[in-house]
């Protein structure tokens, strides 16, 4: 995936509020950008960090530049926007470059499904197979030695999207966690149980009842970013 039209770069002086920011660009203004991700972005919004942010031609909206990626001082790539996990997941099951979910007709997307009144990321169809419900989570919680954990804060809404997957694969579905790992200092993935122990304790049934786990890695800078690498789940009792 392209950023189309290019991004701009800035500094970070604080994320606030969850969804704001404020940085200064190159010329020393001053400017609030918005930020969709409502995660602790532990380690992805450090004062001074360089934001790559877009623009957009909304002229509706109270602030138009949204903070896309963080470059680190440690020289690591981060896709703070989540939306743009789906996205990359979408595109690189439609261009064939994750083999473990090819070989479907249809791809649907924000389907509802489910008892808890949900909508699956991702839903893939075919007259021969098994229809494949695909719930996608961004990563980017870095610790040591490039592990990973998902998720970066306690989540009521990713707990119950366990509930419905296993609850699907219970069925004779197929059903997938996709972990989009979006942090280029990520080489492995574990679920964050010291985060979120209830999610942990999901994760493991859903598994059992037969969820796949899927972990794909992206490669980034700031002009693209893409789904490449295929790393393991990695669990550590």
Same mark, same amino acid.
């Given at each position: 995936?392209?950023? #189309?039209?290019? %991004?701009?770069?800035? +500094?970070?002086?604080?994320? /606030?509020?969850?969804?704001?920011?404020?940085?200064? @660009?190159? &010329?020393?203004?001053?400017?609030?950008?918005?930020?969709?991700?409502?995660?602790?972005?532990?380690?992805?919004?450090?004062?001074?960090?360089?934001?790559?942010?877009?623009?957009?031609?909304?002229?509706?909206?109270?602030?138009?530049?949204?903070?896309?990626?963080?470059?680190?001082?440690?020289?690591?790539?981060?896709?703070?926007?989540?939306?743009?996990?789906?996205?990359?997941?979408?595109?690189?099951?439609?261009?064939?470059?994750?083999?473990?979910?090819?070989?479907?007709?249809?791809?649907?997307?924000?389907?509802?499904?489910?008892?808890?009144?949900?909508?699956? #990321?991702?839903? %893939?169809?075919?007259? +021969?197979?098994?229809?494949? /419900?695909?719930?996608?989570?961004?990563?980017?919680? @870095?610790? &040591?030695?490039?592990?990973?954990?998902?998720?970066?804060?306690?989540?009521?809404?990713?707990?119950?999207?366990?509930?419905?997957?296993?609850?699907?694969?219970?069925?004779?579905?197929?059903?997938?966690?996709?972990?989009?790992?979006?942090?280029?200092?990520?080489?492995?993935?574990?679920?964050?149980?010291?985060?979120?122990?209830?999610?942990?304790?999901?994760?493991?049934?859903?598994?059992?009842?037969?969820?796949?786990?899927?972990?794909?890695?992206?490669?980034?800078?700031?002009?693209?970013?893409?789904?490449?690498?295929?790393?393991?789940?990695?669990?550590?009792?």
């Amino acid at each position: 995936m392209k950023f #189309d039209p290019p %991004l701009q770069a800035a +500094t970070l002086i604080k994320r /606030y509020k969850r969804f704001l920011a404020d940085v200064t @660009l190159n &010329d020393g203004e001053v400017r609030t950008i918005h930020c969709a991700n409502t995660g602790a972005m532990t380690g992805c919004a450090d004062p001074g960090t360089t934001v790559w942010y877009s623009t957009s031609d909304n002229k509706k909206r109270k602030y138009p530049n949204s903070w896309q990626l963080a470059h680190t001082a440690a020289n690591d790539w981060i896709c703070v926007n989540t939306i743009q996990a789906n996205h990359l997941v979408k595109e690189a099951i439609e261009q064939q470059r994750i083999p473990e979910l090819s070989g479907y007709d249809q791809l649907r997307t924000e389907v509802k499904y489910g008892t808890e009144n949900s909508r699956i #990321d991702l839903l %893939l169809e075919s007259q +021969t197979r098994p229809e494949c /419900y695909i719930e996608v989570k961004s990563v980017t919680l @870095l610790a &040591d030695n490039g592990q990973g954990y998902f998720p970066d804060a306690v989540t009521t809404r990713g707990q119950k999207h366990l509930r419905e997957l296993t609850q699907m694969a219970q069925l004779g579905s197929r059903a997938i966690l996709f972990f989009a790992v979006l942090h280029t200092g990520i080489k492995k993935v574990d679920v964050a149980q010291h985060i979120d122990a209830e999610y942990a304790q999901l994760l493991q049934q859903a598994i059992t009842a037969g969820v796949e786990i899927i972990c794909y890695r992206a490669t980034i800078n700031a002009t693209e970013i893409n789904l490449t690498d295929c790393i393991q789940f990695q669990h550590l009792t």
